[in-house]
Nanobody
């Protein structure tokens, strides 16, 4: 079973920054999109940011201008730089990697923003 490894979550005060990273095994090839989702308690999982194979990015409106998604194709990694964090950003964050045939999810990392 393929496992994505996430890191970088934690507790931060409002206005602070965190950087999440997600690494996929080298056995996964032809990666298309790489995404970050989040799920807050009692809420549905939502797509936060996405980056295509060509580097094109998309963000949910609530994080535009604060979060930046990036990818390193040589290392099969995707990162999410989160600045100006708000308490409403508190959630478990998941990475997802999609190829032409499969989707792979990370185990989730907790991000908690205190007011």
């Amino acid at each position: 079973q393929v496992q994505l490894v996430e890191s970088g979550g934690g507790l931060v005060q409002a206005g602070g920054s965190l950087r999440l990273s997600c690494a996929a095994p080298g056995s996964i090839s032809r990666i298309r999109t790489m995404d970050w989702y989040r799920q807050a308690p009692g809420k549905q999982r939502e797509l936060v940011a996405s980056i295509g194979s060509g580097g094109n990015t998309n963000y949910v409106y609530s994080v535009k201008g604060r979060f930046t998604i990036s990818r390193d194709n040589a290392k099969n990694m995707v990162s999410l730089q989160m600045n100006s964090l708000k308490p409403e950003d508190t959630a478990v964050y998941y990475c997802k990697i999609s190829t032409a045939w499969s989707e792979y999810w990370g185990q989730g990392t907790q991000v908690t923003v205190s007011s």
